[in-house]
């Protein structure tokens, strides 16, 4: 096979960047290593930026999304026995966040290249990138049958996520990856309950960190601050509301339970992969860069590589230049590195960190009163969740009209 852009990985970095050359006249084909039903159907939080909503309605794929996604203006942050509401649409000029699922825009983006008869290859296996320093690369696969199969490209976008084989196609000595662990692990549930409030609730507690959140006005999603090495079956439902009303109720207000029809824990890391791009092979989303989930940046910064990316793509196939390819790590490293700084922001101040000193905790609780009663912290806080500004100065117009 030939294509122009070989992509690795149908989750929304790969799906994004392929529905963008499509609508710019480029050629591509994806492969990915699930079923269209895995991925479509692992649930997955979903806080959209400003940004990202505006490129996906510009792009033709934001209807479902308008139609059954939540706005939230602000979110509510808990502590010392009192919310305190962090108002996004007052503090930075009326702009807000989208609440809709990743999986939800992972089935928008399915059916849009499908619709425009894209390709996708899913089921796929013992995916090799060769030959990614040439001018055309290939990518080496088995497919669902069993068979081998090739494809010939200009570009390779890795798209993959942080265990697949793109990254690791990079020398390890070229590769430069910074990392924090946390000690801190999400025990997060899915709960059958009425909505609980009209917006996220970000709970710092003594016993620990909690965040309410909801998916429908019937469907809710809850997480506990447990030790990352915790064993699920260590937590009975009983074990798990009791816990969460532990940590968010307040006097007067008490938190609506029902049955939960989903539970895993999942550990907490910052990384960075510098080495964004080696030889034709660049790497987008989860491939280059995991943020913990306090901040809501990871499907936001898959969004905003992709739009450099597909930017890039497409001068060298107009113009025949790469000025924006040749700086495509400096551009995106400039936002990843502000979006983990945020996100360690927030993690370190709404957990509870069982190796701080009492001073340190003291600092901490400051630190949440500071940004609940300083209007510029709190607009600092609001600027960073709702994320930085998208530069479209091509999609709002031309590509909304193909």
């Given at each position: ?7 690795i990985g ?14 710019q006249?480029i050629e591509?084909?994806?492969?990915e290593?699930?079923s ?7 649930i997955r939080?979903g ?8 490129l996906l309605n510009?792009?033709g794929?934001?209807e ?7 706005v ?5 942050l808990q502590?010392?026995?009192n ?12 702009k807000?966040?989208m ?8 089935k ?13 290859f899913?089921?796929?296996?013992d ?7 040439s001018?055309?690369?290939t990518i080496?696969y088995t497919?669902?049958f069993?068979?081998?199969q090739?494809?010939e490209c200009d570009f390779?976008?890795?798209?993959d996520?942080?265990?697949g084989p793109s990254?690791?196609s990079i020398p ?15 025990l997060?549930?899915i709960?059958?309950t009425p ?10 507690h003594?016993?620990?960190f909690?965040?309410l959140?909801?998916?429908?006005p019937?469907?809710?999603?809850h997480?506990?601050q447990?030790d ?6 260590n ?22 339970q029902?049955?939960?029809i989903?539970?895993n ?6 990384f960075?992969?510098?080495?964004m791009?080696?030889?034709?092979l660049?790497?987008?989303g989860?491939?280059?860069?995991i ?10 910064l898959?969004v905003?590589?992709?739009l450099v ?5 497409r001068?060298?196939y ?8 040749q ?10 590195w502000r979006?983990?700084r ?5 993690t370190?101040?709404?957990?509870t960190?069982?190796n701080?000193s ?8 400051t630190?949440?009163?500071n ?5 510029n912290a ?18 709002k117009?031309?590509?909304s009209q193909?």
């Amino acid at each position: 096979m030939r294509t122009q852009v070989g992509i690795i990985g149908a989750g929304p970095a790969g799906l994004m960047l392929s529905h963008l050359l499509h609508l710019q006249g480029i050629e591509s084909i994806i492969i990915e290593s699930r079923s269209r039903q895995e991925i479509e159907g692992t649930i997955r939080a979903g806080v959209l930026e400003q940004g990202t909503v505006d490129l996906l309605n510009a792009t033709g794929v934001g209807e479902r999304m308008m139609r059954e996604g939540h706005v939230h203006e602000g979110i509510e942050l808990q502590f010392n026995g009192n919310r305190h509401r962090i108002d996004f649409a007052e503090l930075t000029g009326g702009k807000q966040i989208m609440v809709y699922p990743q999986h939800e825009v992972i089935k928008d983006l399915v059916a849009a290249r499908l619709k425009a008869n894209g390709t996708i290859f899913f089921n796929v296996s013992d995916v090799k990138l060769v030959n990614i320093e040439s001018a055309q690369p290939t990518i080496e696969y088995t497919n669902e049958f069993g068979e081998p199969q090739v494809i010939e490209c200009d570009f390779i976008a890795g798209c993959d996520g942080f265990h697949g084989p793109s990254r690791q196609s990079i020398p390890k000595s070229k590769r430069v990856e910074k990392q924090q662990i946390y000690p801190f692990g999400w025990l997060g549930i899915i709960a059958e309950t009425p909505q609980v409030n009209p917006e996220l609730i970000y709970a710092h507690h003594e016993r620990g960190f909690a965040l309410l959140s909801t998916r429908t006005p019937s469907i809710q999603r809850h997480y506990l601050q447990v030790d990352p090495k915790d064993d699920i079956t260590n937590w009975s439902d009983d074990r798990i509301w009791s816990e969460l009303h532990a940590r968010v109720d307040l006097e007067g207000w008490t938190l609506p339970q029902g049955p939960i029809i989903q539970k895993n824990i999942v550990s907490m890391r910052s990384f960075v992969c510098e080495t964004m791009q080696y030889g034709r092979l660049y790497l987008a989303g989860d491939a280059a860069h995991i943020v913990p989930p306090t901040g809501a940046k990871g499907l936001n910064l898959a969004v905003a590589d992709i739009l450099v990316l597909s930017q890039g793509i497409r001068e060298f196939y107009e113009q025949g230049n790469q000025n924006i390819l040749q700086k495509y790590s400096e551009t995106c490293l400039k936002r990843i590195w502000r979006a983990q700084r945020f996100s360690w922001w927030m993690t370190t101040i709404l957990h509870t960190n069982q190796n701080h000193s009492p001073f340190e905790y003291g600092i901490q609780l400051t630190e949440l009163d500071n940004v609940t009663s300083s209007p510029n912290a709190a607009a600092n806080l609001a600027e960073n969740y709702i994320g930085l500004p998208f530069e479209l100065p091509l999609y709002k117009h031309e590509l909304s009209q193909k």
